[in-house]
């Protein structure tokens, strides 16, 4: 697929290997079909990618034995070796991996219909994020350069790795996520097992052969196939000391589920979100409106970030309403790579099925459609219906639509909304619209408590990158930014020795002997 037009499949990708202790391993088995939703022609007809291994119970019980192995319960080359040599591996495999943006960048829109714009967005962002992890990696290792003195103990304080990560990223960030997942976790010293989604399975396929040559044997293994095949199966043995994943809660369960050891796992989890909008008297309509439909619908609705639910007050509804849908009905549909699109087409085929049956309950509720292309229907979208008004009795108030419908909920009595916020079983972000600051200052105080971010007169978002990303309560478990991500994915630990002569003379002998790999002042510039 490189340097062919983007709007052509010129070549059917096969992967035919999986990523096993350092090696691209022939896989004779059963493969999957990768089809997008993208058509080109005049029919519509889903589009061939290629195709992936649909690999069994055994075969991921060997992969998993391999990160195991690479990691020898601490002993290993990986979790003992030096942090710039750790970070010379990284470095490497970002440097090959830029080579590959092309091929990735015309998966991305392929397999999930993003946007040229955001494909490249996604691809450069996660360069960006890699680079950036490196540099603090860096800082952490200056900080902990030094000997630490208390109550007559010295202390060398470092981060150590937890174990052997089983990794599992979300098809909606197949990339970017997977990868804020993924490369902390190897950076700080664990051994990973990484599994992609079903959807945006192939763009990872460019960067296998880099993973493979960067990294030593065992370090990073990749498998395919069904979760329930393989990765629950890996959960079961108990040998899994993380578990990263970003999706559905349900998933999230099943597998902590399947351990025998719940106290032994850690999780690091990103799940649903239900971010609400507030729309205050005070607000500046345009500005709430631009940063409504850009909440609401950037990627068709597709993110954890995105805004489900706009709660308006009663005073602005109808010039909000009106001028709201009319902004819906103007965006465009089409190809992702088509100049000025918004809305493309939908990777999951029962995607547009599910918007119509939150749609249809709503409607049998009493909400009624505003805009005047809501929910027209073809074979791979559905067009974004805005509802009003919405109740809490409506499937759309109650579940994470994850697609292209807008329930909008009039309110009156904001403390009566901040009970309903407070309600609800997720708290990641708010995006709060207003410009009374008496009006806006006693809400930002009550918000903090019951979600993770509030964003003042802008949309819901992750980034920037170096920002803290996590949620309460269902939304998720740990922190995921440049920073945190390397605290969550390891765990501190030290070396203490009584401030006595013979201890200080060992000490200093370790020092100057440049042998340990841990007990050294050396630090990265």
């Known amino acids: 697929m490189v340097n062919s037009d983007i709007s052509v499949i010129d070549s059917l990708l096969h992967q035919k290997t999986y990523l096993d202790n350092g090696q691209l391993v022939p896989w004779e088995g059963q493969m999957d079909e990768v089809h997008s939703t993208i058509s080109t022609t005049k029919e519509y007809k889903p589009t061939l990618l290629g195709t992936v291994p649909h690999m069994d119970e055994p075969t991921a019980l060997g992969v998993l034995d391999s990160a195991v192995k690479a990691y020898d319960q601490g002993k290993g080359e990986w979790p003992t070796m030096r942090v710039k040599d750790r970070l010379a591996c990284m470095t490497s495999f970002v440097e090959m991996m830029?080579?590959?943006?092309?091929?990735?960048v015309k998966l991305l829109m392929?397999?999930?219909?993003?946007?040229?714009?955001?494909?490249e967005k996604e691809f450069d962002r996660t360069v960006d994020y890699i680079y950036d992890t490196i540099e603090d990696y860096k800082q952490l290792d200056r900080d902990s350069s030094r000997f630490k003195k208390v109550g007559g103990i010295n202390a060398h304080i470092r981060r150590g790795p937890l174990g052997v990560v089983l990794c599992l990223g979300p098809y909606n960030y197949p990339l970017n996520e997977t990868f804020a997942l993924l490369i902390p976790a190897l950076i700080m010293g664990n051994t990973a097992v990484f599994k992609p989604a079903k959807h945006g399975v192939l763009l990872l396929s460019p960067l296998l052969e880099a993973f493979q040559k960067s990294f030593p044997a065992g370090v990073i293994n990749v498998i395919y196939g069904r979760g329930r095949e393989v990765a629950a199966p890996i959960m079961k043995t108990g040998k899994i000391d993380v578990l990263a994943l970003i999706g559905n809660s349900k998933s999230a369960i099943a597998l902590q589920?399947?351990?025998?050891y719940k106290n032994r796992l850690r999780l690091i989890l990103g799940?649903?979100?239900k971010n609400p909008a507030i729309v205050l008297p005070s607000a500046d309509l345009e500005l709430a409106i631009d940063e409504c439909i850009n909440g609401t619908l950037s990627y068709n609705g597709q993110r954890c970030t995105a805004l489900k639910i706009?709660?308006?007050?009663?005073?602005?509804k109808d010039e909000f309403n009106k001028r709201f849908s009319k902004r819906v009905d103007e965006l465009k549909f089409g190809q992702p790579w088509e100049e000025g699109v918004k809305l493309t087409p939908l990777p999951e085929p029962g995607k547009p099925a599910y918007i119509q049956e939150l749609i249809d309950d709503a409607k049998d509720k009493g909400a009624k459609i505003l805009n005047e292309r809501g929910g027209h229907t073809s074979d791979n979208y559905i067009y974004p219906a805005v509802l009003y008004p919405v109740t809490e009795n409506m499937r759309v108030y109650q579940e994470e639509q994850f697609g292209p419908v807008i329930p909008i909920k009039p309110f009156k009595d904001i403390h009566a909304l901040l009970d309903e916020i407070a309600k609800s079983n997720y708290?990641?972000?708010v995006s709060l619209f207003g410009d009374n600051v008496e009006a806006l200052a006693p809400l930002i105080d009550v918000l903090v408590n019951l979600v993770c971010r509030v964003n003042l007169n802008s949309s819901c978002q992750r980034g920037p990158d170096v920002l803290p990303f996590t949620g309460r309560k269902d939304s998720a478990v740990g922190t995921l930014s440049v920073h945190d991500a390397l605290r969550s994915f390891s765990i501190r630990t030290f070396v203490a020795s009584k401030d006595n002569p013979k201890n200080n003379e060992i000490i200093q002998k370790l020092l100057k002997s440049n042998s340990s790999n841990f007990v050294n002042t050396d630090y990265l510039l």
Do not use: C, F, M, N
């Open 98 to 104: 830029k080579t590959k943006r092309d091929e990735v």
């Open 110 to 119: 392929w397999e999930i219909g993003k946007t040229l714009a955001d494909s």
């Open 257 to 260: 589920d399947q351990h025998p």
């Open 271 to 273: 799940l649903e979100a």
């Open 310 to 316: 706009v709660y308006v007050h009663e005073d602005i």
């Open 427 to 429: 708290g990641q972000q």
